[in-house]
């Protein structure tokens, strides 16, 4: 049997999320599902870095997503607008037209990627996947492609401050985050 978590955001929201056995909680921890508090990198981001995060899955769970946004985001009424700064990478899974949408925005929303919705399993935990590569994100799910996003011109991969999480509903949450740590050499000599 798994360990049940409760944690609690602004203005009351609390979710819940069960540990289970065969997927150890990521080193990660804590982050924030809170569209107010962005999940700050440590350094920029680097070729090669992987972000991965867990959910459980819940059928009827409205659009959920993971941003990766540049530094210099906006607020408004106490939430992180995705649409406030540049986003290098928008990956929306929207259960309700079967797909999931890829996109950036720098000024407005660039043109959408869409690909089919993974086979999610009700209750069931799952994994996202995203590798930086030299010239675009390679995005998984539960160790199978789902797609290849490129980088947008005006867009630099070290430029990202943030990871933001959001959405879900009918008890889908997202579990766990594991950001990038010191670059395989090691930290500055200084």
Known sequence: AGSAVELYGG??????????????????????????VPNTLDRPMLPGDIITVWGIYATGSSKFNLNFLLEGGEMEGGEILLEGGENMLHVDFRPDENEVVLNSYQAWWQTELRTPLPAFANGQMFQVQITCKMDEFYISVDGVELASFPYREGLALEDVAFVVVRGGSAGMVWTDLELPGPPPWGPPPF
């Open 11 to 36: 203005d009351g929201f609390m979710w819940s999320a069960l540990h289970l056995p065969n997927y150890p909680a990521a080193p990660g921890l804590p982050f924030s599902v809170s569209s107010a």
